[in-house]
């Protein structure tokens, strides 16, 4: 948790010099991004590609996203650059495209491991809201796993879903599709 | 807070498309969004899990057979009903039903939902209809193929038979035909009529006598493993990366010679002679990788090439010379006999060597470490053996031959029947023979990996008492000379233990410490 006012200054720097960007957290944390890794938050490609390139280092405010949340996510797009480029080198030779895909598979069990519910929730909100497709995709698969074969009661309580029907409406619902709910009570 | 539920409905979706049926259908019941979000759904599957779950197996219920059908109609009804429903809908992302049945008036109810469904506009379809009588076939609808939003079509266990009006797959991408019944006609319509696809794959499939493929310029990928009834392949595809092929020995005429961008190329228990073999080698010069396996009536081969990375040459059984020169190749896997092998790789990273059965003696021995020198300059080599016996050389031949191995980093020997296999100490003994001086040593089998790490000193001169072991007509030290330090991770037997660290304490003359091999845990 950063203090308010405290910059913490953060490089995400993966190859000798790339051009960087700054990007500003609504919770003050300020980080130096790799412009490809940036270019993947298509959020930001947009702003770039209309603009041209005006300044070398241009500072970029995220109202919607935290500290905690953008280095998860610079890290996780980081890797995945690496992953597309190893994936390209190893295109036509089903074996090496196997081994690159089981690395990859390897580093996204262990990444998703150290979410809580919360964080990956959060994530999928940032992520959203960024506008990173192949993320997504992986959080989305991610959160699948968490619930699935779950009851009805764990999904509301894991997205913490408030209940507008009427008890007369969720009755009906029961009953339209009674096969679908038998055996479900227990988690 | 609940801001899930305020992302985007494909979002939404998205995540449903992941959850079993049954409980994507349950989630109507979350809340009025949700029930908006389900209802507007565009995945549909209908699999094992989906009628399995309902109607086959409860142990804990006692269902009276009225009352399983009424279950099983039920769910045919609820299938019905949705597809009803989507019948106008935009792009259903994926449709899969996959059912066995005996009843034949079934067939009909089945050919109504295609129906339904084709309506809709679906990308990726997968179809599985088995009927469980003997030699009878699930007709497909003919209208399947000829559905123009499809881009990934997987088929199984039905018949493609003529009379079809129109075939046409212009989106399709993916194509998937397992333990199908397709006539020739068909399938020539069908290949002229994907000018988009890329991946096909054509398996245990009966009725098809010749696979021939021309033009498809995205064509990349293609699997043709285990069909029945093939006698001829013919492939000119110019851009065409990856060749599979299992031919279950039945004789099969094959031409691939057009495909130039070739990068990957198998061919398992395929009837092809050393002739056939050299005369398309050599037209591939981008091949990448080559594996050939059970492929009987090779007897010779020759390869040269600059490009080949991997290389796999596995039971067949009928070889008795290999002359590979190949500068780039990095991995090499082989599996047969102590045949006379000449090899030109210096780029070699891992070789893994698998010696079939024979009748071990000492020529075998000799052939054996004469082959095994071939790959001293592989960085990572695997030995794989039944119960190690085969890899323990006698002493009376380690005195008068030169290790094989003596350049080799990381030597790892795999047994598969570890319960039939030697004492631990004496593999080591011999694998130290063959490689003296690795930096680990690995001893794998089903019950885990015996891993021994070796740590030397640097010594500046030669020593020159003997040590019985030839060690000096050898370049490199041998470990008995310089071992320092060693670390062993999972030997866990008491008795394993206390013989290794004998054998260590007595051949290694300058040891200081073994880590791992304490008797007290």
């Known amino acids: ?80 650059l690496e992953f597309g480029a190893k994936s390209a080198a190893a295109a036509g030779d089903k074996d090496a495209e ?55 009661a764990y999904v509301r309580q894991f997205f913490d879903i408030e209940n507008d029907f009427t008890p007369q409406e969720e009755d009906q619902i029961h009953q339209e599709n009674a096969w679908a709910f038998e055996g479900v009570d227990a988690d | 807070m609940d801001r899930i539920s305020e992302l985007p409905e494909p979002i939404l979706q998205q995540i449903l498309s992941l959850l079993p049926m049954t409980q994507g259908l349950q989630t109507s019941v979350l809340s009025k969004r949700w029930r908006h979000v389900w209802t507007n759904f565009p995945v549909l599957e209908f699999d094992r899990t989906f009628f399995d779950a309902k109607f086959s197996n409860h142990s804990d219920t006692r269902e009276s057979i009225p009352e399983r059908l009424r279950k099983r109609d039920e769910l045919f009804n609820f299938a019905e009903q949705t597809l009803l429903i989507y019948r106008n809908f935009k792009g259903i992302r994926r449709f899969t039903l996959e059912i066995s049945f005996h009843d034949p008036e079934l067939a009909s ?27 009878e076939w699930y007709n497909l609808p003919g209208a399947v193929l000829a559905a123009k939003s499809v881009t990934m079509l997987t088929l199984s266990n039905c018949k493609l038979r003529l009379p079809y009006s129109d075939i046409k797959l212009l989106s399709l991408k993916k194509l998937s035909l ?58 000119q595809v110019l851009n065409l990366q990856s060749f599979e092929y299992s031919g279950r020995y039945k004789p099969c005429e094959i031409n691939l010679a057009p495909c130039k961008s070739l990068k990957t190329l198998k061919l398992c228990m395929a009837a092809i002679t050393d002739e056939w073999f050299h005369d398309h080698f050599s037209e591939f010069p981008l091949l990448e990788n080559l594996a050939l396996s059970d492929c009987r009536m090779l007897e010779s081969i020759r390869i040269s090439s600059h490009h080949l990375k991997r290389l796999l040459l596995c039971r067949c059984d009928f070889l008795v010379e290999v002359e590979i020169d190949a500068p780039s190749l990095c991995s090499f896997k082989y599996n047969g006999d102590t045949i006379p092998f000449s090899l030109n790789s210096p780029a070699l990273l891992q070789s893994d060597i698998h010696f079939c059965l024979s009748v071990i003696d000492t020529a075998w021995y000799v052939q054996m470490i004469e082959f095994l020198s071939k790959f001293n300059h592989s960085k990572l080599l695997t030995l794989q053996s039944i119960t190690g016996k085969n890899m323990v050389v006698p002493n009376e031949l380690r005195e008068s031959l030169l290790p094989p191995l003596y350049n080799v980093k990381h030597l790892k020997l795999k047994i598969h029947k570890p319960l039939m296999s030697c004492a631990t100490e004496e593999l080591v003994d011999s694998l130290l023979w063959i490689s003296p001086h690795p930096e680990t040593l690995f001893i794998e089998s089903g019950f885990g990996t015996k891993t021994f790490k070796f740590i030397y000193k640097k010594l500046t001169e030669r020593r020159e008492d003997s040590c019985g072991c030839g060690c000096r007509s050898v370049p490199i030290i041998c470990w008995r000379h ?40």
């Open chain 1, 1 to 80: 948790m950063a203090d308010d006012g405290v910059n913490t200054k953060v490089e995400a720097v993966s190859k000798a010099t790339t051009e960087t960007i700054e990007l500003r957290t609504e919770d003050g944390g300020v980080f130096d991004v790799d412009k490809p890794v940036a270019m993947e938050f298509l959020i930001l490609k947009s702003f770039y590609e209309d603009e041209g390139r005006v300044f070398d280092k241009t500072s970029i405010r995220l109202p919607n996203v935290k500290q905690l949340e953008l280095s998860k996510v610079i890290e996780y797009c980081t890797r995945a």
């Open chain 1, 98 to 152: 196997r081994m690159v895909r089981q690395e990859r598979e390897g580093f996204e069990a262990e990444f998703v491991d150290e979410l809580s519910n919360e964080m990956l929730k959060e994530l999928i909100l940032a992520v959203n809201f960024l506008d990173i497709k192949e993320m997504l995709d992986f959080l989305i698969r991610s959160v699948a796993n968490r619930i699935r074969n779950r009851s009805v």
């Open chain 2, 109 to 135: 109810l089945f050919d109504r939902w295609i129906g339904y469904l084709l309506e809709s506009n679906v990308y990726e379809l997968k179809l599985g209809i088995l009927v469980l009588r003997n030699r």
């Open chain 2, 178 to 235: 397992v333990d199908v019944y397709i006539e020739d006609e068909i399938f020539k319509n069908l290949v002229a009529r994907c000018p988009m696809i890329e991946d096909m794959n054509l398996s245990g499939c009966c009725g098809l006598k010749s696979f021939e493929v021309f033009g498809l310029l995205k064509l990349k990928s293609v699997e043709v493993k285990n069909n029945r009834e093939l006698e001829k392949v013919e492939m």
């Open chain 2, 482 to 521: 310089c071992l320092q330090e060693i670390e062993v991770e999972n030997v866990s037997e008491a008795e394993e233990r206390n013989k290794l660290t004998k054998f260590f304490w007595k051949n290694a003359k300058i040891l200081e410490r073994i880590d791992g091999l304490d008797s007290e845990l």
